[in-house]
């Protein structure tokens, strides 16, 4: 099974479990709302907020000279140029390092791949000999969580863990700024 089918059957079982588990309420009367405020049918919204969640799974990019909504424009511009900005960014620790000879490249595939989340939102990475540590935005869902844990490159699992801000590397480094200001 290729690496894009399998992450088609991963979107449905999350989908599944969501429907099954989760009281949609308040979700349905929006698309509702959504559908008859802009005139389309559901299945375009439904694919419109899988392009919003996933815009990596099915190849990615705008089509050239497809029409794309000028709200959808001004929100993708200003985080490409203000990232920091729109939203909080957590660290995270990665299993693999240097000695299983990953690169910044796979690393960021595979983040793209098992979470959807934009490769221009993937902060810092930084890899050590034997982990690595990696920025990405903040409220990630438990569910995607559980996908990145799973996840490996090679024969090596990611099992990612959210890392502790160190107190007092952040008490020193405003200490350090307020003294310099």
């Given at each position: ?12 079982r ?36 899988i ?32 990232p ?98």
């Open positions: 099974m290729s690496a894009e089918k399998r992450r088609e059957e991963k979107l449905k999350r989908l599944q479990r969501i429907v099954k588990e989760q009281d949609l309420t308040k979700q349905r009367e929006f698309v509702a709302g959504a559908m008859a405020e802009q005139g389309m049918d559901a299945l375009t919204c439904a694919a419109a907020l392009y919003l969640s996933h815009p990596q799974l099915f190849g990615g990019s705008v089509a050239a000279g497809a029409p794309v909504p000028a709200k959808s424009t001004a929100v993708e511009t200003s985080t490409a140029k203000l920091w900005l729109d939203y909080k960014m957590v660290r995270y620790r990665l299993d693999v390092g240097l000695q299983h000879q990953v690169a910044r490249e796979q690393i960021q595939d595979i983040l793209v791949q098992e979470s959807g989340v934009d490769k221009r939102r993937i902060g810092r990475i930084d890899i050590r000999q034997h982990y690595t540590l990696v920025e990405l935005p903040d409220g990630m869902p438990t569910d995607i969580f559980q996908l990145l844990t799973e996840a490996a490159i090679g024969p090596h699992k990611l099992n990612i863990r959210r890392v502790r801000p160190n107190k007092f590397r952040q008490a020193r480094g405003k200490s350090s700024a307020e003294s310099a200001g």
